[in-house]
């Protein structure tokens, strides 16, 4: 298993500017409570964490209107609370707006971050981008077969556990 360090600089994908700066900032955050990152074989939970945390955290950062800004924990469980989807008991119309929401909103971080953020769409090897901000958007939000809705759900569910009210 790979400790989170080593696996932040997978996710940075051999940048060294920002995108390296903010997963390793997200690998800063999650070190207390992850030390190393278990790789099922299913439902990668862990990684998916670490890839949204890293996205989250380069919006916050580099989407901000505040030169210099430092994302802190507690500044990432008010996120989340923002951004948490409603639970199994909910109108399908009221989860289907909240994940509209969520990406929406990550997209206009990215946007604030000076990208061209794409609709997501269904996963495919066309779906490449060279800049590894956009191809982390495209991991996380383009859709399949293996699972029912954009991963980034999942990797905001995580950061809710790691990152909540009662952790923080």
Do not use: K
Request: glycine residues 10%; negative net charge.
């Amino acid at each position: 298993m790979p400790t989170i360090w080593e696996y932040a600089d997978q996710v940075a994908a051999g940048d060294t500017g920002s995108w390296l700066a903010a997963t390793r900032r997200a690998a800063l955050l999650l070190a207390p409570t992850h030390p190393v990152i278990a790789l099922p074989r299913r439902v990668p939970v862990h990684q998916v964490l670490v890839q949204t945390t890293s996205l989250v955290v380069y919006g916050r950062t580099y989407g901000s209107s505040l030169p210099g800004h430092i994302v802190s924990g507690p500044e990432l469980a008010a996120w989340v609370t923002e951004h948490a989807l409603p639970g199994p008991e909910a109108a399908p119309g009221n989860i289907a707006a909240a994940v509209r929401r969520l990406l929406d909103s990550v997209a206009g971080m990215l946007r604030g971050a000076g990208h061209q953020v794409p609709e997501p769409g269904l996963r495919s090897l066309g779906r490449h981008s060279p800049e590894p901000v956009i191809q982390q958007w495209h991991d996380l939000t383009d859709v399949d077969d293996g699972f029912p809705g954009p991963l980034l759900c999942l990797g905001v569910a995580a950061m809710s556990d790691t990152f909540g009210p009662a952790i923080v």
